[in-house]
């Protein structure tokens, strides 16, 4: 039976699929940023492209106080075009400064070095009779874990000052970084909230990258993963790993028949559906399926 906040077996593949991850490191996570805000004149909260509802951590908001934030879209090589723009206008519209920032071209962070250099400007001290700013701005990125907070800063210090990878909770402690003379910038560790009480949005995170292994099912992640696209994106499966896709026959058929045309075997000739659910969960994530975007404006 698996129990408390770490489900790794998969008894409730049948009943709702339950996902939650706060680990020990969440909790100092939290208390690091509660402490790392005051320090800075501008959060740059990032959101992934792909979700960038889902991935507005309530916890940041509530965190936050007056402080200036800057929205960065990460990922947006991921993530529906169309939709982003769309996204970056809402945004623009509620107040919200908002970048899109691609780390792997770093297209986009000019922009926002200038959005964060602009806010940051409005609450730097300043020198009483000159006016002068008596120190370099500073901004600390936070956000959701695996969004890409160390990769944006390794773009925007054109260098590898920050540890990045793929598998969310990798940046443990916080870390200035200094970008020339232009802006101090601190890395923190990703965030998310004890509780993901809304299905659909935990779903988003966890299917994105932004949930440890040991939250969730990755066996019923696949399947809904499956459900999604044969519903929103019918042509997607069929195209990618050429089967059928006949969805009343189930998700599981599906993605056995995934496993027969990819060679997902176990040692008995049987297909490994777990070997299929992390390969079409490594596809998806990597963007081999397309470009996603899963929350609606
Ligand atoms: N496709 C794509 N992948 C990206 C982009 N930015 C970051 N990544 C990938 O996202 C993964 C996570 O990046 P990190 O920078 O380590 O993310 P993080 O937010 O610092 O993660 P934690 O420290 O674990 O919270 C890595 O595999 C990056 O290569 C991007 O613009 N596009
Ligand atoms: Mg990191």
Redesign the pocket.
């Known amino acids: 039976m698996c129990s408390g906040l770490y489900r790794t077996c998969d008894c409730y593949r049948n009943s709702t699929m339950s996902i939650q991850w706060f680990p020990g490191h969440m909790a100092k996570a939290k208390k690091l940023l509660a402490e790392c805000i005051p320090l800075v004149d501008v959060v740059i909260e ?1 959101r992934d492209a792909r979700i960038p509802v889902s991935s507005s951590n309530p916890l940041l908001a509530e965190m936050l106080g007056g402080k200036p934030r800057v929205i960065a879209l ?2 947006p ?2 993530a529906d075009e169309r939709r982003t723009v769309a996204f970056m206008a809402r945004f623009a519209g509620e107040g919200l400064a908002c970048a899109a ?4 071209d770093s297209k986009g962070t000019r922009e926002l070095l200038g959005i964060v250099k602009q806010v940051a400007q409005r609450t730097i001290p300043r020198d009483g009779a000159s006016s002068r700013a008596l120190r370099m701005p500073r901004a600390m990125v936070a ?1 959701i ?7 944006l800063i390794n773009a925007l210090a054109q260098r590898k000052a920050a540890r ?3 598998l ?4 443990r402690a916080k870390q200035w970084i200094h970008l020339s003379s232009v802006l101090e910038i601190l890395d923190t ?2 965030l998310l909230w004890p509780r993901l009480d809304d299905p659909e949005i935990a779903f988003r995170l966890a299917v994105t990258g932004a949930i440890g292994e040991g939250g969730f099912d990755r066996f019923a992640l696949a399947e809904r993963l499956v459900r999604l696209l044969t519903h929103e994106y019918p042509a997607v499966l069929a195209e990618r790993y050429r089967v059928e896709v006949d969805i009343s026959a189930g998700e599981g058929s599906i993605l056995t028949a995934i496993g027969e045309r990819r060679g997902c075997l176990t040692s008995g000739g049987k297909v490994d559906l777990a070997r299929v659910a992390d390969l079409i969960l490594l596809e998806f994530r990597s ?1 081999k399926m397309g470009r996603f975007t899963l929350d609606r404006e």
Do not use: C, H
């Open positions: 990032l990460t990922k090589d991921l920032v691609n780390t792997r956000g874990p695996n969004v890409g907070k160390s990769s990045t990878g793929a969310p909770g990798l940046t560790p990703g963007g």
